[in-house]
Protein backbone atom coordinates (compact mmCIF):
# COMPACT_ATOMS: atom_id res chain seq x y z
CA UNK A 1 0.00 0.00 0.00
CA UNK A 2 1.56 3.58 -0.73
CA UNK A 3 1.08 6.15 1.61
CA UNK A 4 -0.05 9.17 0.19
CA UNK A 5 -0.78 12.91 1.10
CA UNK A 6 -3.54 15.40 0.06
CA UNK A 7 -2.21 18.67 -1.57
CA UNK A 8 -4.01 21.88 -2.68
CA UNK A 9 -7.65 22.30 -3.67
CA UNK A 10 -8.52 25.69 -1.74
CA UNK A 11 -6.80 29.38 -2.60
CA UNK A 12 -4.45 29.38 0.50
CA UNK A 13 -2.19 27.06 -1.95
CA UNK A 14 -0.30 28.64 -4.35
CA UNK A 15 1.19 27.19 -7.54
CA UNK A 16 4.33 27.24 -6.05
CA UNK A 17 3.66 26.01 -2.87
CA UNK A 18 1.93 22.91 -4.66
CA UNK A 19 5.33 22.47 -6.09
CA UNK A 20 7.41 22.26 -3.45
CA UNK A 21 5.15 20.31 -1.11
CA UNK A 22 5.12 18.03 -3.67
CA UNK A 23 8.77 17.81 -4.26
CA UNK A 24 8.95 17.79 -0.27
CA UNK A 25 6.74 14.76 -0.05
CA UNK A 26 8.40 12.84 -2.93
CA UNK A 27 11.55 13.64 -0.79
CA UNK A 28 10.17 11.89 2.56
CA UNK A 29 9.35 8.84 0.55
CA UNK A 30 5.56 9.24 0.13
CA UNK A 31 4.08 7.15 -2.72
CA UNK A 32 1.77 9.54 -4.13
CA UNK A 33 0.26 12.60 -3.86
CA UNK A 34 -3.57 13.44 -4.52
CA UNK A 35 -5.46 17.02 -5.20
CA UNK A 36 -8.86 17.76 -5.12
CA UNK A 37 -10.51 19.56 -7.78
CA UNK A 38 -12.97 22.25 -6.17
CA UNK A 39 -12.47 26.22 -6.75
CA UNK A 40 -8.94 26.94 -7.10
CA UNK A 41 -6.00 25.95 -9.48
CA UNK A 42 -6.82 23.20 -11.96
CA UNK A 43 -5.70 19.83 -10.69
CA UNK A 44 -4.91 17.99 -13.82
CA UNK A 45 -2.83 21.06 -14.82
CA UNK A 46 -1.32 21.91 -11.57
CA UNK A 47 -0.04 18.35 -11.23
CA UNK A 48 1.44 18.17 -14.39
CA UNK A 49 3.52 20.92 -13.29
CA UNK A 50 4.55 19.24 -10.20
CA UNK A 51 5.27 16.08 -12.45
CA UNK A 52 7.83 18.54 -13.78
CA UNK A 53 9.88 18.80 -11.00
CA UNK A 54 9.20 15.19 -9.53
CA UNK A 55 11.03 11.81 -10.55
CA UNK A 56 9.43 9.06 -8.85
CA UNK A 57 5.87 10.10 -6.63
CA UNK A 58 2.49 9.25 -8.34
CA UNK A 59 0.00 12.12 -9.06
CA UNK A 60 -3.27 11.89 -8.69
CA UNK A 61 -7.06 14.26 -8.74
CA UNK A 62 -9.44 13.27 -6.41
CA UNK A 63 -11.28 14.11 -7.72
CA UNK A 64 -12.62 16.17 -10.93
CA UNK A 65 -16.24 16.57 -11.24
CA UNK A 66 -17.40 14.81 -14.60
CA UNK A 67 -20.34 16.73 -16.01
CA UNK A 68 -18.49 20.21 -16.88
CA UNK A 69 -15.78 18.76 -18.79
CA UNK A 70 -16.31 16.47 -21.95
CA UNK A 71 -14.80 13.28 -21.74
CA UNK A 72 -13.02 13.36 -24.90
CA UNK A 73 -11.48 16.66 -23.70
CA UNK A 74 -10.91 15.58 -20.17
CA UNK A 75 -9.00 12.34 -21.91
CA UNK A 76 -6.63 14.55 -23.53
CA UNK A 77 -5.77 16.76 -20.52
CA UNK A 78 -4.94 13.17 -18.54
CA UNK A 79 -2.95 11.87 -21.65
CA UNK A 80 -1.08 15.19 -21.47
CA UNK A 81 -0.72 14.60 -17.94
CA UNK A 82 0.74 11.38 -18.27
CA UNK A 83 3.21 12.24 -20.57
CA UNK A 84 3.90 15.40 -18.49
CA UNK A 85 4.69 13.13 -15.69
CA UNK A 86 6.45 10.46 -17.11
CA UNK A 87 3.55 8.29 -17.05
CA UNK A 88 2.55 9.22 -13.12
CA UNK A 89 -0.49 10.16 -13.25
CA UNK A 90 -4.38 8.94 -12.02
CA UNK A 91 -6.82 10.64 -12.83
CA UNK A 92 -9.68 10.28 -10.29
CA UNK A 93 -13.15 11.59 -11.89
CA UNK A 94 -16.79 11.77 -9.78
CA UNK A 95 -19.90 13.10 -10.11
CA UNK A 96 -19.88 15.44 -7.59
CA UNK A 97 -23.15 16.52 -5.82
CA UNK A 98 -26.81 18.23 -6.81
CA UNK A 99 -25.90 21.09 -5.06
CA UNK A 100 -22.86 21.84 -7.40
CA UNK A 101 -23.73 20.22 -10.23
CA UNK A 102 -27.24 20.72 -10.65
CA UNK A 103 -27.66 24.26 -8.58
CA UNK A 104 -24.30 25.55 -8.90
CA UNK A 105 -23.48 25.12 -12.84
CA UNK A 106 -26.99 24.90 -13.93
CA UNK A 107 -26.45 21.26 -15.40
CA UNK A 108 -28.79 18.36 -15.01
CA UNK A 109 -28.32 15.75 -12.23
CA UNK A 110 -30.75 13.58 -13.32
CA UNK A 111 -29.66 10.01 -13.78
CA UNK A 112 -25.89 10.44 -12.38
CA UNK A 113 -25.18 6.63 -12.94
CA UNK A 114 -26.30 6.81 -16.60
CA UNK A 115 -24.45 9.90 -17.02
CA UNK A 116 -21.07 8.07 -15.46
CA UNK A 117 -21.68 5.23 -17.60
CA UNK A 118 -22.01 6.92 -20.53
CA UNK A 119 -19.02 9.10 -19.76
CA UNK A 120 -16.59 5.96 -19.03
CA UNK A 121 -17.51 4.03 -22.19
CA UNK A 122 -16.30 7.34 -24.03
CA UNK A 123 -13.94 8.24 -21.65
CA UNK A 124 -11.65 4.72 -21.46
CA UNK A 125 -11.80 4.48 -25.24
CA UNK A 126 -10.59 7.66 -25.57
CA UNK A 127 -7.46 6.72 -23.49
CA UNK A 128 -7.06 3.63 -24.77
CA UNK A 129 -6.21 5.92 -28.10
CA UNK A 130 -8.68 3.83 -30.04
CA UNK A 131 -11.04 5.61 -32.10
CA UNK A 132 -14.62 6.21 -30.26
CA UNK A 133 -18.19 4.88 -31.43
CA UNK A 134 -20.67 5.66 -28.90
CA UNK A 135 -24.36 6.94 -28.97
CA UNK A 136 -25.71 7.00 -26.12
CA UNK A 137 -28.43 9.44 -24.15
CA UNK A 138 -26.19 12.18 -23.18
CA UNK A 139 -22.93 11.38 -25.08
CA UNK A 140 -22.44 10.71 -28.76
CA UNK A 141 -19.40 10.70 -30.09
CA UNK A 142 -17.87 8.86 -33.52
CA UNK A 143 -14.72 8.85 -35.04
CA UNK A 144 -12.93 10.93 -32.31
CA UNK A 145 -9.40 9.65 -31.72
CA UNK A 146 -6.30 11.16 -29.81
CA UNK A 147 -2.81 11.26 -31.57
CA UNK A 148 -0.22 11.01 -28.42
CA UNK A 149 2.35 8.44 -28.94
CA UNK A 150 4.83 6.86 -26.51
CA UNK A 151 2.36 7.60 -23.34
CA UNK A 152 0.28 3.99 -21.90
CA UNK A 153 -3.38 4.50 -20.57
CA UNK A 154 -4.27 6.87 -17.77
CA UNK A 155 -5.21 5.01 -14.83
CA UNK A 156 -8.79 5.97 -13.89
CA UNK A 157 -10.21 5.84 -10.81
CA UNK A 158 -13.85 6.51 -9.93
CA UNK A 159 -15.14 7.95 -6.84
CA UNK A 160 -17.49 5.25 -6.62
CA UNK A 161 -19.97 4.25 -3.25
CA UNK A 162 -23.05 2.58 -3.66
CA UNK A 163 -23.35 -0.49 -5.51
CA UNK A 164 -24.14 0.69 -9.39
CA UNK A 165 -21.65 2.77 -9.00
CA UNK A 166 -19.02 0.67 -7.89
CA UNK A 167 -19.97 -2.10 -10.09
CA UNK A 168 -19.34 0.06 -13.13
CA UNK A 169 -15.96 1.41 -11.61
CA UNK A 170 -15.02 -2.33 -11.49
CA UNK A 171 -16.51 -3.55 -15.30
CA UNK A 172 -15.08 -0.09 -17.34
CA UNK A 173 -12.16 1.91 -15.28
CA UNK A 174 -8.75 0.78 -12.96
CA UNK A 175 -10.50 1.14 -9.48
CA UNK A 176 -11.94 3.64 -6.99
CA UNK A 177 -11.12 6.52 -4.99
CA UNK A 178 -13.48 6.99 -1.25
CA UNK A 179 -13.79 10.06 1.16
CA UNK A 180 -16.20 9.86 4.24
CA UNK A 181 -16.13 6.06 4.39
CA UNK A 182 -15.17 4.28 7.17
CA UNK A 183 -13.00 0.52 7.94
CA UNK A 184 -15.87 -1.36 8.18
CA UNK A 185 -17.57 -0.25 5.05
CA UNK A 186 -14.54 -0.84 2.89
CA UNK A 187 -14.01 -4.07 4.43
CA UNK A 188 -17.64 -5.28 4.24
CA UNK A 189 -19.48 -3.15 0.99
CA UNK A 190 -16.29 -1.40 -0.68
CA UNK A 191 -13.78 -3.43 -1.19
CA UNK A 192 -15.75 -6.77 -2.06
CA UNK A 193 -18.10 -5.24 -4.05
CA UNK A 194 -15.63 -3.74 -6.92
CA UNK A 195 -13.20 -6.83 -6.86
CA UNK A 196 -16.29 -9.23 -7.77
CA UNK A 197 -17.12 -6.07 -10.61
CA UNK A 198 -13.94 -6.27 -12.08
CA UNK A 199 -13.31 -9.89 -11.88
CA UNK A 200 -17.24 -10.69 -13.53
CA UNK A 201 -15.86 -8.79 -16.52
CA UNK A 202 -12.37 -10.33 -16.78
CA UNK A 203 -10.85 -6.88 -15.36
CA UNK A 204 -7.20 -6.80 -13.45
CA UNK A 205 -7.50 -6.34 -9.60
CA UNK A 206 -8.85 -2.56 -8.62
CA UNK A 207 -7.12 0.39 -7.22
CA UNK A 208 -8.57 1.29 -3.85
CA UNK A 209 -7.66 4.72 -3.42
CA UNK A 210 -8.81 5.74 0.34
CA UNK A 211 -8.63 9.15 2.21
CA UNK A 212 -9.04 9.84 5.42
CA UNK A 213 -8.60 12.79 7.48
CA UNK A 214 -5.52 11.84 9.75
CA UNK A 215 -3.67 13.77 12.98
CA UNK A 216 -1.71 12.35 15.19
CA UNK A 217 -2.35 14.14 18.67
CA UNK A 218 -1.95 12.96 22.32
CA UNK A 219 -5.40 14.63 22.04
CA UNK A 220 -8.03 12.90 20.34
CA UNK A 221 -11.25 14.36 21.47
CA UNK A 222 -10.59 18.05 20.85
CA UNK A 223 -8.62 16.75 16.91
CA UNK A 224 -11.87 15.24 16.81
CA UNK A 225 -14.27 18.05 17.43
CA UNK A 226 -12.82 19.93 15.36
CA UNK A 227 -12.11 17.46 12.92
CA UNK A 228 -16.42 17.87 12.64
CA UNK A 229 -16.02 21.49 12.75
CA UNK A 230 -13.75 21.97 9.78
CA UNK A 231 -15.81 18.74 7.46
CA UNK A 232 -18.86 19.56 8.67
CA UNK A 233 -20.53 19.62 5.26
CA UNK A 234 -19.52 16.28 4.26
CA UNK A 235 -21.35 14.78 6.99
CA UNK A 236 -24.58 16.28 4.78
CA UNK A 237 -23.94 15.65 1.80
CA UNK A 238 -26.47 12.48 0.54
CA UNK A 239 -23.92 10.45 -0.94
CA UNK A 240 -21.18 10.89 2.04
CA UNK A 241 -23.91 10.69 4.42
CA UNK A 242 -25.05 7.19 3.29
CA UNK A 243 -21.37 5.81 3.84
CA UNK A 244 -21.42 7.68 7.65
CA UNK A 245 -24.73 5.67 8.50
CA UNK A 246 -23.43 2.20 6.77
CA UNK A 247 -20.45 3.14 9.03
CA UNK A 248 -22.27 3.92 11.96
CA UNK A 249 -20.82 6.95 12.11
CA UNK A 250 -22.36 10.37 13.55
CA UNK A 251 -19.92 12.98 11.95
CA UNK A 252 -16.80 12.75 10.20
CA UNK A 253 -14.25 12.68 13.04
CA UNK A 254 -16.00 9.05 13.77
CA UNK A 255 -14.19 7.69 10.80
CA UNK A 256 -10.84 9.77 10.78
CA UNK A 257 -7.61 8.24 12.24
CA UNK A 258 -6.67 10.44 15.26
CA UNK A 259 -4.56 9.72 18.17
CA UNK A 260 -0.97 8.97 19.03
CA UNK A 261 1.26 6.75 16.81
CA UNK A 262 -0.11 2.74 17.93
CA UNK A 263 -3.48 3.66 16.79
CA UNK A 264 -2.58 5.85 13.72
CA UNK A 265 0.32 2.55 13.03
CA UNK A 266 -2.44 0.02 13.81
CA UNK A 267 -5.45 1.78 11.72
CA UNK A 268 -3.12 2.11 8.75
CA UNK A 269 -2.00 -1.21 9.07
CA UNK A 270 -5.82 -2.83 8.83
CA UNK A 271 -6.87 -1.06 5.60
CA UNK A 272 -3.23 -2.40 4.54
CA UNK A 273 -4.57 -5.82 5.09
CA UNK A 274 -7.98 -5.17 3.57
CA UNK A 275 -6.43 -4.81 0.11
CA UNK A 276 -6.00 -0.94 0.31
CA UNK A 277 -3.81 0.33 -2.41
CA UNK A 278 -3.44 3.62 -1.89
CA UNK A 279 -4.32 6.03 1.47
CA UNK A 280 -5.00 9.44 0.79
CA UNK A 281 -3.63 10.71 4.16
CA UNK A 282 -5.83 14.61 4.42
CA UNK A 283 -3.74 15.42 7.31
CA UNK A 284 -5.76 18.13 9.35
CA UNK A 285 -4.43 21.30 11.16
CA UNK A 286 -6.68 21.17 14.35
CA UNK A 287 -3.64 22.35 17.14
CA UNK A 288 -0.40 23.60 16.35
CA UNK A 289 2.40 21.65 15.28
CA UNK A 290 -0.23 18.87 14.67
CA UNK A 291 0.67 18.90 10.63
CA UNK A 292 4.28 18.76 10.67
CA UNK A 293 4.01 16.09 13.47
CA UNK A 294 1.44 13.90 11.10
CA UNK A 295 3.57 14.43 7.80
CA UNK A 296 7.03 13.41 9.39
CA UNK A 297 5.32 10.15 11.35
CA UNK A 298 3.43 9.14 8.04
CA UNK A 299 6.69 9.06 6.14
CA UNK A 300 8.31 7.19 8.58
CA UNK A 301 5.69 4.23 7.69
Sequence with gaps: MKIGLTLGGDG??????????TVSAEQKGFGAVWMPQIFSLDAIMALSLAGQATKSIELGTAVVPTYPRHPTAIAQQALTASVATGGRFNLGIGLSHKIVIEDLLGFSYDKPARHMREYLSVLMAAIRGEQVAFNGDQYRVNGFQIDIRDVEPTPVVVAALGPVMLKLAGELADGTITWMVGQKTLEGHIAPSIRDA?????????????GFPVVLTNDPDAAKEKINETLVIYGQLPSYRAMLDREGADGPADVAIVGGENVLRDEIGRLRDLGVTHLNAAVMPVEQGATE?????????
Design 293 to 301: RTIDFLASL
Design 12 to 21: STSLDDLVAQ
Design 198 to 210: AKGAARPDPKIVT
